[in-house]
T-cell receptor, first 113, second 115 residues
């Protein structure tokens, strides 16, 4: 069975500071990894995904995540956050068959001015 | 492409009543998923369809829950004899299978409150 652990339930940071949201997964098969973001009162939106190839993937709004197979991790980073990044972030894994997603518990990112 | 839509957005019901939610996926997406998200948790998989066939159901889906996708387009999720523990956000997602892995697009969810 697959599982995802997000190590921090809440991460407060100051605006323009760097941030890292941690995600570890377990799986006995090939994995496909996703980060979804949920802004206040909105639905889940895909932020970025790792399917194959380069282990470093980037989003259009400055986030990046690196797939580390030996560490079974897929941490999300941004070098400088903005108030608009305030949201809940979910890491998820898919097995590629049914493509159902197994989500972590979520990390609430709070940006302080 | 109008995205995944769900109706209603909010539902308040009394314990013991039946409720039904609707999900309209992105057109031409042949896979449709239902998830449940409780407060402070990530979404949990409930069931999914490929076209009109329901291919997998989670153990979370008790006998009181039933889902259909009669013509391979929209889907309904019905909960019979609701319990307070059913209070949650019910999320629907769709994707176009055909490529090895594709992105699931989520709807805004239906928030159920059982009094």
């Amino acid at each position: 069975a697959q599982s995802v652990t997000q190590l921090d339930s809440q991460v407060p940071v100051f605006e323009e500071a760097p941030v890292e949201l941690r995600c570890n997964y377990s799986s006995s098969v090939s994995v496909y990894l996703f980060w979804y973001v949920q802004y206040p009162n909105q639905g889940l939106q895909l932020l970025l995904k790792y399917l194959s190839g380069s282990t470093l993937v980037e989003s259009i709004n400055g986030f990046e995540a690196e797939f580390n197979k030996s560490q079974t991790s897929f941490h999300l980073r941004k070098p400088s956050v903005h108030i608009s990044d305030t949201a809940e972030y979910f890491c998820a894994v898919s097995d590629g068959g049914a493509q159902k997603l197994v989500f972590g518990q979520g990390t609430r990112l709070t940006i302080n001015p | 492409d109008t995205g995944v839509s769900q109706d209603p957005r909010h539902k308040i019901t009394k314990r013991g009543q039946n409720v039904t939610f609707r999900c309209d996926p992105i057109s031409e997406h042949n896979r449709l998923y239902w998830y449940r998200q409780t407060l402070g948790q990530g979404p949990e998989f409930l069931t999914y369809f490929q076209n009109e066939a329901q291919l997998e159901k989670s153990r979370l889906l008790s006998d009181r829950f039933s889902a259909e996708r009669p013509k391979g387009s929209f889907s309904t999720l019905e909960i019979q004899r609701t319990e307070q523990g059913d209070s949650a956000m019910y999320l629907c997602a769709s994707l176009a299978s055909g490529r090895v892995i594709d992105t699931q697009y989520f709807g805004p969810g239906t928030r159920l409150t059982v009094l």
